[in-house]
Nanobody, 130 residues
Framework: QVQLVESGGGLVQAGGSLRLSCAAS????????ITWFRQASGKEREFAAG????????????YYADSVKGRFTISRDNAKNMVYLQMNSLKPEDTAVYYC???????????????????WGKGTLVTVSS
């Protein structure tokens, strides 16, 4: 089993910044993707950012939804088994519960589908006021 715990959410004004953290523990293998999804009230869960943690030519590669590209940065700390989501220039439409998810795919292809994720955290709420 893998446990994922998010932290760092809160209330911020538009234009501000927050950094979310995801701590991974348990039986983590060395080959997976870590992904941030978000879900606004009344909307479907959507992909925000992901990072490749699978050995191979694309190890460390990052992926972003168009809506957050240029404003959000995903990064990792291998030694601590931590993944971070730095969110800058926040907008009211970024308000959502942010979830960390882990995908154990058979091959190193990034999925943006929530249904493909193998483990989920419980989420952390980000509220951006206008």
């Amino acid at each position: 089993q893998v446990q994922l715990v998010e932290s760092g959410g809160g209330l911020v004004q538009a234009g501000g910044s927050l950094r979310l953290s995801c701590a991974a523990s348990g039986r983590t293998s060395t080959n997976y993707f870590i992904t941030w999804f978000r879900q606004a009230s009344g909307k479907e869960r959507e992909f925000a950012a992901g990072i490749n943690w699978m050995t191979g030519w694309s190890y460390g590669r990052t992926y972003y939804a168009d809506s957050v590209k240029g404003r959000f940065t995903i990064s990792r700390d291998n030694a601590k088994n931590m993944v971070y989501l730095q969110m800058n220039s926040l907008k009211p439409e970024d308000t959502a519960v942010y979830y960390c998810a882990l995908d154990l795919p058979p091959i190193a292809i990034m999925s943006r589908r929530p249904d493909d994720m193998d483990y989920w955290g419980k989420g952390t709420l980000v509220t951006v006021s206008s």
